[in-house]
Structures are given as C-alpha cells and as structure tokens.
C-alpha cells in the first residue's frame, strides 16, 4: 500500500516596491511642531516614502507581486490563490485590492480575498496560505501586504503623521514535500478589547461618509502612541520567546530577526530583551517609517536584494498592529539567494 508523503508550505520568493517621493524629518518640521532631532531620537526615522496621487495601493502591490512571481521561477498562471492584507485598500468594500492586483498581473479564475490586520497583516496571510498548501487545497499561494498608509494620515497630527509611510512587499508560498524547506511554526493572535488603540473611525457602518466624518477628521488614523508602544515591547517580547521555546531554537541561532518596523525604540528593546546581536535584527525603519501589512516583506526583501538573505537561512518575523493583532513566524527562506 503507497503511503501519501505530507504535504508543507515553503517561502519561495519575496519582492517589494516603494514610491519615489521622499518625505524626511525637514518636510514635516514645515507642516507640524516638530523637529528633525525629536523624530530620529524617539523613533529612528529619518524618512519615509509617499506615494504619487494616482499611485494606489493596488499598483504597489502589483509590482511588488510580480517581481516576486518572477523570483519564484513559475508563471503567473500556475498561482492558484491571491492574499493581500491591507488597511488602505484601493476601495473601502469591493472590490477587494486583491482582485484588483490579480487583474492587473492577468491572473483570472483564481481565488483571491484581502485581510484587515494592521500592522500583522503579513504574517496572518502567511498563515493562511500555510493552511491552504499543508491541506491541499493550492498549491502557489500569492501573499501581499500593501499600504497607501499616506491615505488615511492627518498630516496636522505631529503623533501619527511622522511614523508612517507606502510601500508593498509581496511573496510565493508553494508547496513542497521536502521538510526541510517547511514553515516551523507561526503564532497569530488578536485582542479587540484595545481596539480604540489604534483606529480609523470612518467610513464605516458606524461613521458612514458625512459632512460630519470630514469636519471632525474622522476618516484619519487615531493612536493611543504611548499606550500602544509599551503594550506592543511587551507582547512582542512575550511572543517572540514563547515561538523560540516551543519549539527549543535559542535566539542565537536566528541569522534574520525580522521585527515590524514600527520605532526603533520598540525593535531595540524587543531585540534587548531576546538578547539579540545588533548584526541579527533587519532595519529599514529609518528610511520607509512604518509601512503597516508591508514593512515585513519590505524587510526580507532589503536583505534578500543586498545578498544577506541564503538559501535555508531561519527567519524570525514579528509583527505588532491594530485591532489589536499581532503574530510571529519563524520560517527556513526556501527560494534562491541574489548571489549575483
Ligand atoms: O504599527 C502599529 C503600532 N504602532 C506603534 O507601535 C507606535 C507606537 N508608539 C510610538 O512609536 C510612540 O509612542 C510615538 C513616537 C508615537 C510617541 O513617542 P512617545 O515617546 O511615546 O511620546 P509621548 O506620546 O509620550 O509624548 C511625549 C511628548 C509629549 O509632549 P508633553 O506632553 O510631554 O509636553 C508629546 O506632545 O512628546 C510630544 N510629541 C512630540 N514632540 C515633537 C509627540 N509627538 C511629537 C512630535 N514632535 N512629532
């Protein structure tokens, strides 16, 4: 009698794209009381990218997705499931930016749904795509997270307008029998008892599209900043050991810590905490600032394209975002390296 080998998942690919506009500390010391100093000192940025009017989150998406098919070596018509996880879609309903992307890349008669997870919108689709593969259900699974963050920032509020920035980054996960390319393990939670934490009020079946919605700024993103800082240093911290323990890897023997690039604050403190090297944690907060559901792909990609990232290397991601959300994975980067 054959015996069926075990269907995993494995992370074949990664791309990213970011808008040419740079907006640094010394645009927004004209447009809020703020300074240059202030910025970098309570949150590592220096700058962050914006995208062009008729730049959509859909059209990030899309280039980040197709550098990232090609990088997986298959053609578009072998993905057989599109994810993206965004905050600003191209539309508040339907259709779903994950429709619009997979129309745009001539992907068609394909699954393809978004998520809302904020800043951890990554790592959900991740697991997802990893419970589509490990039960058989596709095969070349299409994750994108996507931000025209720019959107949805009050550009008068010096506590938001200052961390945030667009940005795309898109992978393939496909399936494989060999374990050793497999995702180890991924933890994704959520507690909407802090959801006033970090919130867009409107448009929403609470605050539909008013005169009302506009006068007050309610269709911009809120943040509880402090509140949210510290909660986040410790659910990462938390999270992150718990990921290690269970499955008895010590932080030493992790290449790619890769954090959600939220502050540089939180980051050095989580990576203290795990008492990680400073050669182990991926930066990229200085020059895009938090790009919510795209700051993880962005990050494996800026060590993918330098060369840093090999093949069978562990990555440890961790993420941290509105709802509240957060999830960590920790995963083999089963595609080739950019040795060249
Ligand atoms: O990605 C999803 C999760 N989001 C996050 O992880 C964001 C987490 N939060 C943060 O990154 C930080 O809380 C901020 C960068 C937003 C704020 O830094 P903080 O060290 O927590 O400052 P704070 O809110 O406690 O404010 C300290 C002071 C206040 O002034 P007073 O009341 O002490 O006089 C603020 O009004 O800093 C003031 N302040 C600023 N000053 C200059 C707040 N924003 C600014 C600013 N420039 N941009």
Redesign the pocket.
């Known amino acids: 009698m054959s015996q069926t080998k075990a269907i995993y998942a494995s992370f074949r690919s990664i791309g990213a794209y970011v808008p040419e506009k740079i907006l640094n500390n010394a645009d ?1 010391e004209k447009m ?4 240059d100093e ?2 970098v000192k ?2 590592g940025i220096s700058e962050r990218r914006i995208a062009a009017d008729d730049e959509y989150t859909s059209d990030m998406g899309a280039k980040a997705a197709k550098l990232a098919i090609e990088r997986a070596e298959i053609n578009t018509d072998e993905i057989d499931l599109v994810l993206c996880a965004t905050v600003t879609p191209d539309y508040f309903n339907m259709p779903s930016t994950a429709c619009v992307i997979s129309d745009k890349l001539g992907i068609r008669n394909v699954q393809a749904f978004d998520i809302s997870a ?2 951890s919108g990554f790592v959900y689709v991740l697991s997802i795509a990893k419970a589509f593969i490990e039960s058989g259900m596709k095969k070349n699974v299409l994750i994108i997270g996507a931000e025209k963050f720019s959107s949805i920032v009050d550009y008068t509020d ?6 945030f920035g667009d940005g795309a980054g898109a992978a393939v996960i496909s399936a494989t029998q060999n374990k050793e390319e497999a995702f180890i393990d991924i933890h994704a939670s959520a507690d909407g008892a802090y959801a006033d934490f ?1 919130v867009t009020p409107a448009p929403g079946c609470i605050n539909p599209v008013s005169q009302k919605v506009l006068d007050e700024g309610l269709n911009f993103v809120q ?1 509880k ?2 509140e ?2 510290k909660l ?1 240093v410790k659910t990462l911290t938390k999270d992150v050991k718990e990921i290690l323990a269970k499955n008895e890897i010590n932080s030493d023997d992790i290449p790619h810590f890769i954090p ?1 690039q ?2 540089y ?2 980051i050095k403190a989580v990576g203290d905490a795990l008492k990680m090297k400073e050669e182990q944690v991926v930066l990229t907060v200085h020059k895009y600032g ?1 790009t ?1 559901a795209a ?1 993880i792909p962005m990050a494996i990609n800026e060590i993918w394209e330098s060369g840093r990232l090999q093949t069978g290397e562990l990555m440890l991601l961790d993420t ?3 709802g509240l959300t957060w999830a960590s994975a920790l995963l083999p980067f089963a595609g080739k390296a950019n040795n060249a």
């Open positions: 927004l809020v009381d703020t300074t202030w910025i309570r949150t904020a800043c010096r506590g938001t307008c200052i961390l970090l943040m900043g402090n949210t800082f986040a959600h939220a502050n604050r939180i938090n919510s700051s941290f975002g509105g």
